[in-house]
């Protein structure tokens, strides 16, 4: 109780401290479900994530909300922006499920969307017979992982012709966020694996998952977001740099980068 009482102090110090001069070149977003035991129900956790413009990798912010809420990442948002957040991050990465699109349009409008490949793969795939999911997931794979944007439309425009008659439910979910799940093209190409996808957040939060599996005891939902905050701050410790780190301060600068590649001046 009293290791308890104490990270809820400090999961309050954490979420009311200065982001006074942090420029997040990059962010990530997700809302986290997992199985808890210190309340009823089962919580979602709104996650931030940033990547500082050194390739350091941060947690922004945990709030208890709802996953689909525009006015959840709003509040989310506009709390971070007034604790000293005031730089719009480049790209933000996260599945298209979220209310935080919609929210960060009206904080960071000048932020460019990019779509999770793992949570749009598992959308589409989701509308295909079993049978067809295998090859499917193949042609998928080939769209992100395409060399160029060209390239990539190619592979996705092979998806609509094979699947287009039969499946129409598949495609749309596919093309409709077409723009977003290709902006990645117009970044470094060694940040390409940083920014197809939430994993960040996710690989994070499958420790948090496991080690709070197991947890006994009824508690507040407070007492939830406290040990899931320590957990993610423990794991914090061994967050690894960003790939390519010494290209960040050119895409803060403003440098064109065309299918991963600067384009010259």
Known sequence: MRLKEIWQEEFKDFSRRSLEGKKYVYLWADGIYFNIRLSDDRPCVLVLMGALADGTKELIAMVDGERESEQSWLTLLIDAKSRG???APKLATGDGALGFWKAIRQVFPATRTQRCWVHKTVNV??????GQQ???KDMLHQIWMSATKED????MDRFVATYQAKYPKAVECLTK????????YDFPAEH?????TSNPIESTFATVRLRTS?????GSRTACLAVAFKLVQSAQNHWRKLNGSELLPAVVAGVIFKDGTKIAA
């Open 177 to 184: 966020d077409k723009d977003q799940l290709l902006a990645f």
């Open 192 to 196: 390409w694996a940083h920014l197809r």
């Open 85 to 87: 957040m005031v730089d």
């Open 125 to 130: 795939l989701d509308k295909l017979p079993r």
């Open 152 to 155: 990539a439309t190619k592979a």
């Open 214 to 218: 197991k947890t006994k005891g009824a």
């Open 134 to 136: 295998v090859s499917a």
